[in-house]
């Protein structure tokens, strides 16, 4: 049976990030293609993340803010953005929500 994740089942620890794999190559997704939920709840950015392609993002519920570079963005229900191949980039939830629920996705190269 394919690995599946529900989510409404969905929990990260206070001040932490947690990230679960909707879509990988176990359901067919090719060249590094796949998708995901992230949840932030910490008010500080974190370790930095950067890939060798390209991650594509769009905010499901809460708001934060998105280090991309040098640039600040804020993050809200509907914000979809895109973080260039080998960018660094970093997240964080607002002090007034419990999470920044966030989809995620790669793209082949």
Known sequence: ???FVNMENLIAEEGKRASYTLLDER???VNGSKCGISLYTAE???KAGCHDDQEG???LE???RALIG???LELKPGVAFMVPAHVRYS???????SVCKVFWFHAAI
């Open 62 to 64: 809460g708001h934060g």
């Open 57 to 59: 993002f769009l905010v």
């Open 44 to 46: 500080e950015y974190g």
């Open 27 to 29: 359901h067919g997704c």
């Open 70 to 72: 040098d640039d600040e």
């Open 91 to 97: 997240m964080k939830k607002d002090k007034d929500c």
């Open 1 to 3: 049976m394919i690995p």
